[in-house]
């Protein structure tokens, strides 16, 4: 009998399930046969990029024969010095997800292991999986802590061994929406050996308003294993062009670079990024609308008897009490997409991305309705 050419794969690539994105509008329209969908799946900016990112793409679109900057040297300077870094110290990605898979294959080996919390960012386990490294997964906080299903950092560093090379650190946490003190994580970096790197997902890093939360950007001198990655996809309205960046010491990111494929970064998206950043109004507008309606999204669900963890992102993870995916069919009849999160091991829950007044209303709505 032939060979399959899955047996051709390697070893840790055949045994992944690939990535479950939220359903696209236009997919749920085609099955269902509806129209005037909603999708509050995928954790995007429900206003989209600002006036200035706009002008910028329109002005760069005619620049779309040509290859972009494959050094991305203005995006490069604008990060430097919003961060007042070296521009030796950036790493651009085709979303932060990118810069996360780069770390996997610079630095794991099947000899080798990474450390991540069991409700985390689900690319974690497929970029380590891939490269054929070891899962060290640490057990959540409990339910009641102040960090619900969260991180719990002593027993990830109980994990740690001569073999560690990554340890992925979500914060705030997708898809539970917590996050971690500053003291609390300054200190776990400080304990670190210096032959693991600590990567600090900031993904969700402008919708904090806590006082407490850190900016991991910062301590860049303080720790050459810390590495920061951030995202244009979430507060900036850009998921659409995929671009995102690392922050790390100037040897990490010398390696990363050697990897990073030509041009995976393209010229729309760095011309976006350079207006988005400058576009201060935008950012506070698209937070302050975030950070209201989430607050009123909470309420209804407290009044619908849902309980849910607390979040400071642009989500809110909702224990429905029961199997979710019922829930989450009726909510698709109904044009609404919301994400199922049984691949992160939470099969009784939904996670729902923050949207317009009039989206979560509509939401709040069908939830009356389906339940």
Known sequence: MPRSPLDLAAPGVRKINPYQPGKPIDELEREYGISNSIKLASNENPLGPGAKVLAAIAKAAP???LYPDGNGFHLKETLADHHRVGVDRITLGNGSNDV?????????????EAIYSEYAFAVY???????????KVSAA??????????????????LIGDQTRLIFIANPNNPTGTWIKSRELRDFIGQAPDHALVVVD??????????DYPDTSQWLDDFPN??????FSKAYGLAGL?????????????????????FNVNSLALEAARAAIDDKAHLELSVALNNEQRDIVATGLKELGLRFIPSVANFILVDMGGPAMPVYE???RQGVIVRPVGNYGLPEHLRISIGTAEENQRLLQALRQVR
């Open 226 to 231: 810390l590495v920061v990655t951030r995202t």
């Open 330 to 332: 009726d909510l698709l």
């Open 242 to 262: 995929r671009i995102g960046y690392s922050l790390s010491h100037p040897d990490v990111a010398n390696v990363l670079n050697r990897i990073r494929q030509p």
């Open 100 to 112: 996360l898979v780069l770390l996997a294959e610079a630095f794991l080996t099947p000899g080798h």
């Open 63 to 65: 620049g779309t024969a």
């Open 202 to 211: 900031e993904a969700y890093f402008d919708y904090l308003e806590e006082q």
């Open 125 to 135: 386990p497929l970029a380590v999986q891939a490269v054929g490294a070891t899962a």
């Open 141 to 158: 906080q409990p339910g009641d802590s102040f960090s619900p299903l969260g991180h719990d950092l002593g027993e990830m560093e109980s």
